[in-house]
């Protein structure tokens, strides 16, 4: 058995409450005693607050993984890119506070692999009673009528190979040939499927910071705008995560809501904090109902 604790969007730099539920978040963890911590992604959007919020969880005796989110790839004054910071950069800022890093490759604790990648958007999860009004190269733009995508202008994910997309290229307001949110997410999936086909392992889990399961959505969660829907995540993660009959449960956050479902084989749950300032629990409550869980049965085999 092995035991994983883990929780999401923890936001460092949202507002005062965010920053101060930070050593609660820690005190809890450390409280339930895993053997393997977790944070799935957007905690900060610089790469010194990543290091400086993970500092509060250095003395956690589990091994500690930290998965960059969307957030987290925003780029800084320094000019480097968003694949720059997810390749160099924020490796980098988590092993400064004893953090081992998901995203690149697989990772073994004891006979247990965790795969992981941010993912990206590729409008599967968007709302199709909208496609009559709104269409594909307005997702692709992040803008539609007054509605604005969240990410727009501050992720620069250079292109990579062959294949280019027409429209919207992202950030389409700033110069230079930026991959489109399809592009990224194609990214995305070819480091998850490599990550699947370079692990032996017989138990894998997986930790993806958008939403891989269109199970995970729920309405509204971005606001009141259906157009924010289609960045919610991407079903070709979740599709191929459930090829794999060794993975037996994913992490997610992304959405602000928490989850624990099962899908098929796979065990779905997300812990997110979210925006703090929304919760009047008291930080030591808030901090208990965002770090979750998971108990993995190594002896259990997928049927």
Not at 89 to 97: F, G
Not at 264 to 288: C, E, K, M, T
Request: proline share 5%; net charge negative.
């Amino acid at each position: 058995m092995i035991r994983v604790a883990y929780t999401s969007d923890l936001h460092a730099d949202l507002g005062a409450r965010n920053a101060a539920l930070l050593p609660h978040l820690a005190a809890t963890a450390a409280a339930l005693d895993p053997d393997v911590f977790i944070v799935a992604g957007d905690l900060a959007e610089t790469a010194a607050l990543v290091t400086a919020s993970l500092r509060h969880f250095t003395p956690l005796r589990a091994r500690k993984f930290y998965l960059a989110g969307n957030h987290d790839l925003y780029v800084e004054a320094d000019g480097a890119t968003s694949r720059d910071k997810f390749e160099s950069t924020l490796p980098a800022a988590a092993a400064a506070a004893g953090f081992e890093y998901l995203g690149l490759d697989p990772v073994q604790v004891g006979p247990l692999a965790i795969v992981g990648v941010p993912g990206w958007y590729d409008y599967s999860m968007r709302v199709r009673s909208l496609d009559v009004v709104a269409h594909r190269d307005h997702y692709r733009a992040g803008r539609w009528r007054d509605v604005r995508a969240f990410d727009r202008g501050s992720v620069h994910w250079p292109r990579e190979g062959a294949t280019r997309l027409p429209a919207g290229a992202h950030p389409a307001s700033n110069a230079g040939d930026w991959a489109g949110d399809e592009e990224i997410a194609a990214c995305m999936q070819a480091r998850l499927d490599a990550q699947l086909q370079g692990v032996t392992a017989n138990v894998i889990l997986g930790v993806i910071h958008v939403l891989p399961f269109e199970e995970h959505v729920v309405p509204g969660a971005f606001g009141d705008e259906d157009f924010h829907a289609a960045y919610l995540g991407s079903t070709a993660l979740g599709a191929r995560l459930q090829r794999d009959p060794r993975v037996r449960a994913v992490i997610s956050g992304h959405q602000h809501r928490h989850a624990d479902l099962q899908i098929g084989n796979i065990h779905a749950v997300a812990r997110p904090v979210g925006n703090a300032a929304n919760n009047d629990l008291p930080l030591p409550d808030l901090a208990a109902s965002c770090i979750g869980l998971l108990e993995l049965d190594l002896a259990e085999t997928n049927s």
